[in-house]
């Protein structure tokens, strides 16, 4: 914020002390020559700062950022060779007619000055630039997020949840009690859509119930799986009570289920591992898959690669990687 509203602020000191450090007149100087020397500086810097503005305000605006590249070098050219023409009959007029002395440490040069401010105006425009870049790339993510929430509570308000569990109920108690695998599936796919529903949705939550969760979510995928697939699913945990972002995990375990290898005849696997201890918590994600049979990015992973950036920023390590038939995903989040 700071440098958005002063993004030229230090610049212009610079250039101010570059003015004092050229010779500081105040060393044995009279007091009528310090005055003198602060009253130039301070006209070099209000021509200066004439220059920048007037290159952010108009130039800028009107011709390099509608891509007007002609257009803008040549008035860049323009503008600075007035500013140059000013700054050196200014230093005739104030050393020759008010001093009546030898300049005093600055150049008069047209070419030096005329260097010097192209320097500068190519550098505050890159300064400009740079911080336009960086609000538009951050109003885009803004928007982006508020796309992906709005969508989401469009998806829930479809969703009539006391509907849902209802049935559920019903058809719970439909099922015969001997068919204790029909029901204890039942009993899980409720505790997933009461968590994604209700508990959820929220900005951080405990990671006892992340893990609950993901248990009740792994065994409802393995009811659903073959024989011949291997799935281990290993839980190591101190503290239940820290907090972590809801679902953090569950879009690489979804990628692993959905792009598992599912042959006859070789080895199928899922290998979940989690573990927490004094707050720092990894997570592995494992799973084999087929050669032939390319496993893309996808939106779920892209937008869990997102949410890590933006809510834990320096504090999470992601690595991605494939070999040998396996895909991997490792996970550390610190506190």
Not at 46 to 65: H, V
Request: with cysteine; aromatic share 14%.
């Amino acid at each position: 914020m700071f440098l958005g509203r002063h993004r030229y602020l230090l610049f212009s000191l610079a250039y101010i002390g570059a003015l004092i450090v050229e010779k500081p007149v105040w060393m044995g100087g009279s007091v009528a020559s310090c005055f003198s020397y602060m009253f130039t500086i301070l006209i070099h810097f209000s021509l200066f700062l004439s220059l920048i503005q007037a290159n952010s305000s108009l130039l800028i605006p009107f011709f390099l950022e509608k891509k007007r590249f002609g257009l803008y070098a040549t008035g860049l050219i323009g503008l600075i060779l007035l500013y140059s023409v000013v700054i050196v009959h200014y230093n005739g007029f104030i050393h020759n007619v008010l001093f009546h002395d030898q300049l005093i440490g600055t150049s008069d040069g047209f070419w030096d000055n005329f260097v010097y401010a192209l320097c500068c105006t190519v550098i505050a425009a890159m300064l400009y630039v740079t911080q336009k870049w960086s609000e538009q790339h951050e109003q885009v993510r803004n928007i982006e997020i508020s796309q992906l929430q709005t969508e989401l509570k469009y998806l829930r308000s479809q969703i009539n949840p006391h509907f849902l569990f209802n049935g559920l109920n019903t058809i719970y108690g439909n099922i015969e009690m001997s068919n204790w695998q029909a029901r204890d599936i039942t009993v899980q796919f409720s505790d997933l859509l009461r968590y994604n529903l209700y508990e959820a949705d929220v900005d951080m939550i405990e990671l006892e119930k992340e893990i609950k969760y993901l248990k009740n979510y792994v065994a409802l995928q393995k009811a659903r799986s073959n024989d011949n697939m291997h799935l281990n699913l290993k839980i190591n945990f101190q503290n239940g009570n820290v907090k972590i972002a809801p679902l953090i995990f569950m879009a690489f375990v979804e990628n692993a289920f959905k792009y598992v290898s599912r042959g006859d005849h070789g080895i199928n696997s899922i290998d979940i591992e989690l573990d927490e201890e004094e707050g720092r918590i990894k997570f592995s994600c494992k799973n084999s898959y087929d050669e032939e049979e390319h496993i893309p990015g996808g939106i779920g992973l892209n937008n869990a690669a997102r949410r890590l950036e933006l809510l834990y920023k320096d504090h999470y390590k992601l690595d991605i990687k494939k070999e040998h038939n396996i895909y991997q995903v490792e996970l550390t989040l610190t506190p």
